[in-house]
Every structure is written in structure tokens, then in C-alpha cells.
């Protein structure tokens, strides 16, 4: 809750949005510099194929052609794209002796003009050998399927399991069993992915901006590929319209546009197009998950056994070990005494998988939460009472999973009991009930989720703040984050105006550029506000007590006595004995001035804030459909959400996120799928054919919050990016199944398109 007469807890409208309204705000694309060349890119057709000869003459005599580079032309090492993974599968930025996706690059045209980059690149007609095709990840595990890297032995990039020999089942009186995908997925930010490269700076070397959600973590890599000194290098990020997780990624077209840039001393730019960003950006996703859960005939789960297959894509990246995530999260919020989990990431001549709006917990929760609904089916109990019969109790908390997460707070029952609360549930059974009674055309399904996720994950628990008082009064804040939408502008100046006193519009905050943030690892994870957040927090209270002892020297007075208020600090009680900021910060620079055992630093701090471990956020969501008997059409009436973020810092902020994630949630539910025929070619390589649903599509949804405050850092905050989608997507596939389930319909795979969802409905009518 809001503390008397603070700023904190209260919704504070966006600071960003007057820029971006206005087009004041720039993105990378906007960004046009004096000989700037223009990049295309020769894609592979084949997703599998031996490259021969790439005869670039034609393209090179081209009009307006600068340069035509081939591997041939230009030497670049070969990508890792995580550093977990073996060598085996770097990447080569230009494909060399060999091709392994549709869409895999062959060669690079600068022009001066995009027009003038793509009619080359057009003309240029490389020598391929097509190859065996394997899409499917259980196929490339069979014997004598095709290898995607012949050395490596295997299509297996990354295995893991947990659990040991005991079987989990054991005790058992029923166990429910369920195998279903969660289907892959495209992130389609609204602005795709590109790069614009302007050598010369800094001091001889490169300027790269490029639309990223950790911009700081690109200047190593990028840096070392072309062979220069990290300090020769800045990269930083403009406006960045959406991110999802896969701009979190680096990108082979990045390294290229750099070397391109770098060998010709003039800018370049690379505009992604809609239908490359469905062929190279990294995609989510892509898992089949089976699990039998075992319990009492009183409900009690006595255990679990999991099996998770995992699509890698071509060249294996961080999706390959996001089901450590997935492993991590499988005991969800539930008293599960033994897991046996096991998980294989296989590769495939499809795009590259990688982290996409909650990576890896998402499909935890999809998998536990269905086979939790299959039970309650075989038992005969209500799907919620037996969620909360085996919930874990407040006062478990601080708890070690059995699968080893750490989870810091909870109060699950609580956010349980709200939703259904909030849905009315028992009237919407009444309602079903009173449809089926009739034999209503319209099907009635109501679907419930329970679900805790991780956040700040991976070590993600730490981050860069400072804050520094200007001379003109102002403060700047710098962060390691890296905002594409979420708020974070509002978010820390927010902070910094509760700390300091300091109204909003006097707060700036500088990120995402490498000339002014030592280091930082972005924004990703749901991490942002307890890491970077805290960080800024630290930092202004450091800065305050700095102060503190300054106006105390000068108004003299005791530390203790001065407090903030009206733009700067006075003694309590005598507001006209009083400093300005400005008036602070030029005294803290004057030796004169200035405490003889005060530091020339002025009012600055910088904190590497450290949450010792990840946060673990949770709820409960509700869901309603209707689903139409005769053609199989599902529509999404109602959907509630309750998720607990801890303490909040600005609920306006919050319910922006809840309302985007259970957006991409129910997408991935009734829509979305990334998919390829047989010869590896993408059939959604286009927003005519990838069915993206808009706000049409959509209810207004129902959100609310509790607020269970984390100990892992002084602002009590977990994330909330991510929390929506993980919830309402298993929500909106049991409300489904649920509305077919007295038809003897047991489960669906999504996206629960109406043919999928028609042809259920037939198979159960012919099997009575």
C-alpha cells in the first residue's frame, strides 16, 4: 500500500509518452547519416543444403553497389550463441560450405540506396546441394535422422534431469497423464530488429545502434568479433519498439553490419523486414511436455514425473537450456514431495529458439496446470478445490523447491481465493451447468491457473545504479536496464523524487549507451525494478545521507535534524534554514565549502545492487470461453487475473503489464504458431498467415492484486512482465477443454483454432 504522503504506490502517468506521441522520441530506423549504405541479405531458400560457389559478379556491377561480401570476403569468427553450449554449433555469420535453415545468410549487399541492395542481392544465385530435412524434434531424435552438425554425433544439444531413482508415482491411488506442446511462437515486436553503424567514432572506432533490450552486454562481443578494444566500441539503443525477450539476443546481421561499416569507413544501415524478422529473430516456445501426476483418491499429489523434449532450432542458443527453467519451476505452487523431471533440446533446420516472454517458466506452468486440471477430471473433485488443497502454505515460506528454487515469499491460497472471488466462480459453475442441462449450442468453459515464476533468474539478481545531483539542482540516474516499453523512465524517477524530494521532471534518466553506463545486463527476466530499481534506491539514499552531512556543515546543524523538502533540504522544524539542490551540489565541489572529510565526488553514488537470488511472483487467473458446438469457434468472454508483485511501486504501471502479458498469453492459447512443412520451408512467414489476434480479438480483462513483499530487496518488489502470460494461457486451455469435457473430450493442444477445437468435438461424438 501507498505510504502517507508518498509518491510510491501511487498510479504517476508515463514520463515517456509525450515523446513518443510526439515523435520526438527516435528509433534506430529514424537515425540517416551522410554516405550511409543500405544492407540486404542473401537468405538461404533451402533449410538444409551444401553451399558451393556464390557468384557475386552480376550483383557487383550493379547500379549504386558499394560492396558484395561473401565468407569468401570477408572473415568473421564463427558465433556462440551461449556460452553453455559446445563449439560445435557456433554460428559462421556468412554461411560457409553449408546452410541449416531457410533463411540462413550466404551473402551481404551494401548499397546506396535498399532498392538498390535488393535487386543485387536478388541476382545472386548460390550453388546449393539439398540435403535430408528434419523439423521435427521427436523425429530428429530417431535413429538415422538427419545430423545437423555431423561431428557432435547426435541432433541432442543440452540434456538435464532431476529426481533420481525413486519413482515418484509410488503411493499413488490414480495418476493422470497428459502430453501436450506448447507450440513455438514468433515474438513480433512492433518494430522488427535492425542496425545502423557509423565508424570513425569514438576515436577511430564504432558507434552501433541497435533496437536492444541489453545494448551494454553487446560492446564485448561485438568488439572482439572485429577485432578491436572494447573502449573503441559504443553501442546503444534508441526507442526500442517491443522486445519480448528475443532483442535480448546478439545477432549475426549485428557482427555484419559492423565489419560491413568498418571495412568500407562509411555508415550502414539494416532494416529488418516483417517477413525476415519471421525467419532470423530468435522464437519462443517449442516444447513437448508429458507428465503423470500421481495422487491420493483424497486428492493429495504424491508425486511427479516429467518428460520434456525441446526444439533448439539450427544453431542451439539460450533456448536450448531454458528447461533448466522449466525444470527449476515444476513444482509450481503446489505441495509435490518427489519430481522426476527430464529434459532433452534437439536441433532442427527451423529458426533458432531462444527467450520469449517468460522462457521456459510458461510452459512449467502450461504442463503442470493441465495435467492438475486431468486429475481433477478422473476424480471427481473441482479443479480449484484441488489447487487448494495442495497449495503451499503461507507459513512455508522462505522455501527450497524440490526442484531447487528458492522461492523467497507467497501467499497463494490467497491469490486463489481472490480470483475466484472476483470471477464469481460458483455462479459461472451454476451457469455451465444450467447451459449443459438445456444442451446449450454454446459450450461454457471455465479454467483456472494457479502459478509462481522467477524472476531476475539465471543471476540475474544484480545490477548498476547511480544518481548524481547536477549543478543546476537536477538529478541524473543511470541504470543497466534497458527500457523498450516498460516504464522505467516513471519507475526510477519515481524513486528518486520519494528519496531526494526532487520533483519528477527535474529526474533524468540516462540507460542503454555505453558512453554513459559502465556496465549492465539489461532488461530481461522481469528483473528491472528489483535490481535497477533497488540500485537507484540505494544510490539516492547514499546521495541523501552525503547531503545530509553537507547542509549540516553549512546550515549548522545535526545530520539527524535536516530533512527534504520544497527542492532541497532544511533544518526540521525551520524550513526557512534551507538549502537548494543547486545550491548543495556547487557547495559540494568548493573545498571551501565542503566538510574537511568530505570526498570531491559531489553528491554522486553508484551501486552495484545485489539481490542475493531471484524473486518469485504468483496468482491466479480465471478464465471463460465459449465455444460454439457446430463450428468449433472459441470465443474469450472473461478473463481475471489476480498476481501478487510484491509491493508496488506504481499500480498503473503494474496493470499495463498484467494487460499485455495475458494478451500474449491467450494469443499463444487460441492463435499463435510458428510453423514449417516437411522441407523445413516457414508456412507463417508473413502476419497474413502468422495469426497475431489485435485488441478485437480480446475481452477487457478483469486484474487486481495482493501484494506479498519480497525480502530480497529494500523496495519489496518482484516482477510483474512476465507474471500474465504465464498465467492465462493454461487458464484459457482448461477453459476450453473444460467446455468439452462432458463430451469426453480430455485435451486439446493449442493454439485452439476452431478446426482443432471442431475436430475434438467430432471425435468425441463418434466414439459414444
Given amino acids: 500500500m501507498a505510504a502517507q504522503g508518498s509518491i510510491l504506490g501511487n498510479a504517476v502517468l508515463r514520463k515517456e509518452d509525450p515523446a513518443l506521441l510526439t515523435g520526438a522520441g527516435k528509433y534506430y530506423d529514424d537515425l540517416s547519416y551522410t554516405g550511409m549504405g543500405h544492407i540486404a541479405f542473401v537468405r538461404s531458400p533451402f533449410a538444409h543444403a551444401t553451399l558451393g560457389s556464390v557468384d557475386t559478379s552480376e550483383a557487383e556491377s550493379m547500379p549504386g553497389v558499394i560492396a558484395v561480401y561473401t565468407a569468401d570476403n ?41 532498392a538498390q541492395a535488393v ?59 497428459v502430453r501436450m506442446v506448447s507450440q513455438r511462437l514468433a515474438g513480433i515486436p512492433m518494430e522488427p530488429n535492425g542496425a545502423v553503424v557509423v565508424p570513425g567514432e569514438p576515436d577511430g572506432g564504432l558507434t552501433v545502434w541497435v533496437p536492444s533490450q541489453a545494448p551494454i552486454g553487446l560492446r564485448e562481443p561485438i568488439a ?79 508425486g511427479m514425473r516429467a518428460d520434456v523434449i525441446a526444439e533448439a532450432g539450427a544453431y542451439p542458443a539460450i533456448g536450448a537450456i531454458l528447461p533448466l527453467m522449466t525444470q527449476t519451476m515444476a513444482q509450481g505452487v503446489y505441495q509435490i514431495p518427489k519430481i522426476h523431471f527430464t529434459a532433452r533440446s534437439v536441433m532442427t533446420n527451423t529458426t533458432t529458439t531462444g527467450a520469449y516472454r517468460g522462457a521456459g517458466r510458461p510452459e512449467a506452468t502450461q504442463m503442470l496446470e493441465r495435467v492438475i486440471d486431468v486429475a481433477a477430471d478422473q476424480l471427481g473433485i473441482d479443479p480449484a478445490e484441488l489447487r487448494r488443497k495442495n497449495l503451499i502454505p503461507a507459513d512455508a515460506f522462505p522455501l527450497t523447491t524440490v526442484t531447487g ?27 455451465q451447468q444450467k447451459r449443459r442441462d438445456v444442451g446449450d449450442s454454446k459450450l461454457m468453459g471455465i479454467g483456472v491457473s494457479a502459478y509462481v515464476e522467477i524472476t531476475a533468474p539465471l543471476g540475474l539478481h544484480m545490477e548498476y545504479g547511480s544518481v548524481t545531483v547536477e549543478d543546476d539542482g537536477s538529478v541524473t540516474a543511470r541504470v543497466g536496464t534497458s527500457a523498450h516499453g516498460q516504464g522505467h523512465e516513471t519507475a526510477f524517477a519515481m524513486i528518486v523524487s520519494e528519496k531526494l524530494g526532487v520533483p519528477m521532471d527535474k529526474v533524468r534518466l540516462l540507460q542503454s549507451d555505453t558512453d ?29 545521507s552525503i547531503a545530509k552531512k553537507l547542509a549540516a556543515h553549512l546550515l549548522e546543524a545535526s545530520p539527524d535534524d535536516i530533512v527534504t523538502g520544497d527542492g532541497g533540504l532544511h533544518v526540521a522544524g525551520v524550513p526557512a534554514n534551507a ?11 568548493d573545498p571551501g565549502r565542503r566538510p574537511s572529510d568530505m570526498g570531491d565526488g559531489g553528491l554522486f553514488s553508484e551501486v552495484d545492487f545485489d539481490g542475493q537470488d531471484s524473486t518469485f511472483p504468483f496468482g491466479a487467473h480465471v478464465a471463460v470461453v465459449e465455444v460454439d458446438s457446430e463450428t468449433g469457434r472459441v470465443e474469450l468472454v472473461r478473463h481475471v487475473a489476480v498476481d501478487d508483485c510484491g ?3 506504481n499500480p498503473m504501471l503494474v496493470t499495463g503489464q498484467q494487460h499485455g502479458g495475458i494478451a500474449q498469453g491467450a494469443a499463444q492459447a487460441l492463435y499463435e504458431i510458428v510453423a514449417y512443412d516437411e522441407d523445413g520451408n516457414p508456412v507463417t512467414g508473413n502476419l497474413m498467415d502468422y495469426a497475431m489476434p489485435s ?51 480430455t485435451h486439446v493442444d493449442m493454439p485452439l483454432t476452431a478446426e482443432r477445437v471442431w475436430r475434438a468435438i467430432e471425435a468425441a461424438r463418434s466414439s459414444d
Fill in 74 to 114: 570477408l572473415d568473421l569468427p564463427s558465433v556462440q550463441s551461449f556460452p553453455l553450449l559446445p563449439e560445435t554449433f557456433n554460428r559462421p555469420p556468412l554461411a560457409k560450405g553449408k546452410v541449416r535453415l531457410v533463411g540462413d545468410i550466404v551473402a551481404m549487399v551494401v548499397a546506396e540506396t535498399t
Fill in 119 to 177: 535487386d543485387a542481392a536478388d541476382s545472386i544465385f548460390p550453388d546449393y546441394e539439398p540435403l535430408p530435412v528434419v523439423v521435427d524434434p521427436e523425429a530428429a531424435l530417431a535413429e538415422g535422422a538427419p545430423l545437423l552438425f555431423e561431428e557432435h554425433g547426435s541432433n541432442v544439444a543440452f540434456e538435464t534431469a532431476i529426481g533420481g531413482e525413486e519413482n515418484p508415482l509410488d503411493g499413488a491411488d490414480e495418476v493422470a497423464h
Fill in 224 to 302: 572482439g568479433f572485429l577485432g578491436l578494444e572494447p573502449s573503441k566500441v559504443r553501442i546503444a539503443a534508441p526507442v526500442v519498439g517491443g522486445g519480448f525477450g528475443p532483442k535480448a539476443a546478439l545477432y549475426v546481421e549485428f557482427i555484419l553490419a559492423a565489419a560491413a561499416a568498418k571495412a568500407l569507413g562509411r555508415p550502414v544501415k539494416w532494416t529488418e523486414t516483417r517477413s525476415e524478422n519471421l525467419l532470423s529473430m530468435v522464437q519462443g516456445r517449442g516444447m513437448v511436455l508429458d507428465a503423470q501426476l500421481g495422487l491420493r483418491s483424497d486428492g493429495t499429489i504424491v
Fill in 405 to 431: 528454487a528458492n522461492y523467497d515469499s507467497g501467499e497463494y491460497t490467497k491469490s486463489l481465493d481472490a480470483a475466484l472471488e472476483a470471477s464469481g466462480y460458483d455462479a459461472l459453475r451454476a451457469e
Fill in 516 to 544: 554513459e553506463i559502465p556496465r549492465g545486463s539489461g532488461t530481461l527476466g522481469s528483473r528491472s525494478l528489483q535490481t535497477a530499481g533497488s540500485a537507484v534506491n540505494n544510490a539516492s539514499e547514499d546521495v541523501l
Fill in 579 to 589: 538549502l537548494s539542490w543547486a545550491e548543495l551540489a556547487g557547495a559540494s565541489k
Fill in 647 to 649: 509491493r508496488i511501486l
Fill in 695 to 745: 485488441a478485437a480479438e480480446l475481452p477487457s480483462f478483469e486484474t487486481s492484486n495482493t501484494q506479498t513483499d519480497s525480502p530480497r530487496n529494500p523496495l519489496g518488489a518482484k516482477g510483474i512482465g512476465e507474471s500474465g502470460t504465464i498465467g492465462s494461457t493454461p487458464a484459457i486451455q482448461n477453459a476450453v477443454v473444460d467446455a468439452l469435457s462432458h463430451l469426453g473430450v
